[in-house]
C-alpha cells in the first residue's frame, strides 16, 4: 500500500504505479507544465508550481476538502470539477484563461468558489451547487452559453447580470438564478426576494464555444524536466505518459 507519493522526475517515458485506500496523498510539486491533467481518487493532491495545463484538466471523485492551485495561469482546453463529495473551497487564484468549457457541478458541500483573476473563457460555463460565494470579477469573455446555479439563499445573480448587459458574456443562452431569501415583513409575515434571470435563444444552434488548445512538440527532446504530456492520478493507479 502507497500512502504518499512524491515525484521529482528528471525524465519518464512512462510510469504506472497502483496503491490502494483512499488515503493517498500525491505531491508533484516540480511539475510545471502538463499536457492533460486528471486527479481522481485521491485523499490530498500538491501541484504549487503547476502553471500550465494545455489541453484539459478534470478533478473528479477525490476525498480532499480543499482545492488550491495557486499558480496555474491557463487551461487550453475544459476546466471540469465534479463529484467530490466533500469538497468546501475551490482556489485557483492566477487562472486567466480557459480554452474550453468551464464545468463544477455535483460537488455536495462545495460553498466557495474563487477564480479572482480568470479573464477569459471560450467554451461554455456550467456552475451548479449550493455555493453562495463565487463571482468572476475580472471576466472579460465568455464565447459560449452560460449557466449558473446556486441553491443557496447567500448567492446573488447581480455581478453576472452586469457582465451579461455590458455584453462579456456572448454565448446564445444565459442564465443565472438562485432561490427566493425570506425576510419577515412589518405585519409579522414573510416576504421573498429572488435572484433568477435567463435570456435564452430559440435557435437550435447554441454556441458551445468549444475551445482550440495550442499544441505542443511530442519530441522528447523539447521536453524539460518538469513537463508531461498526459497525467493522470488515480486511487488505483498514476500514469504519466510522454
Known amino acids: 500500500m502507497v500512502k504518499d507519493l512524491i515525484l521529482s522526475p528528471c525524465f519518464l517515458t512512462g ?24 486527479i481522481q481518487d485521491v485523499a490530498d493532491v500538491s501541484v504549487g508550481n503547476l502553471t500550465e495545463v494545455n489541453g484539459t484538466c478534470v478533478i473528479a471523485y ?38 474550453g468549457e468551464f464545468r463544477i457541478y455535483n460537488n455536495s458541500e462545495l460553498t466557495d468558489i474563487g477564480f479572482p483573476k480568470l479573464e477569459e473563457i471560450k467554451g461554455a460555463v456550467n456552475i451548479k451547487g449550493k455555493f453562495d460565494n463565487f463571482t468572476l470579477k475580472g471576466l472579460k469573455e465568455v464565447d459560449g452559453d452560460f449557466t449558473v446555479v446556486s441553491t443557496s ?56 464555444g468549444s475551445g482550440s488548445s495550442s499544441s505542443k512538440s511530442s519530441d522528447a527532446t523539447s521536453l524539460f524536466n518538469t513537463s508531461f504530456l498526459g497525467l493522470t492520478i488515480l486511487g488505483g493507479a498514476l500514469a504519466i505518459f510522454i
Open 15 to 38: 510510469l504506472s504505479k497502483s496503491f490502494n485506500g483512499d488515503d493517498c496523498e500525491v505531491k508533484l510539486d516540480n511539475l510545471k507544465w502538463a499536457s492533460n491533467l486528471t
Open 153 to 208: 439563499e447567500d448567492f446573488s445573480c447581480d455581478d453576472f447580470k452586469k457582465l451579461h448587459k455590458k455584453k462579456k458574456i456572448e454565448g446564445h443562452n444565459f442564465k443565472c438564478s438562485a432561490p427566493s431569501k425570506k425576510s419577515k415583513s412589518s405585519k409579522g409575515g414573510s416576504s421573498s426576494s429572488g435572484s433568477s434571470d435567463s435570456d435564452d435563444s430559440s435557435s437550435s444552434g447554441g454556441s458551445s
Open 62 to 99: 477525490n476525498s480532499f476538502e480543499n482545492l488550491e492551485i495557486s499558480k496555474l495561469k491557463e487551461v487550453g482546453g475544459s476546466l471540469q470539477i465534479f463529484a467530490n463529495d466533500e469538497l468546501t473551497e475551490v482556489s485557483f487564484n492566477q487562472l486567466k484563461d480557459i480554452g
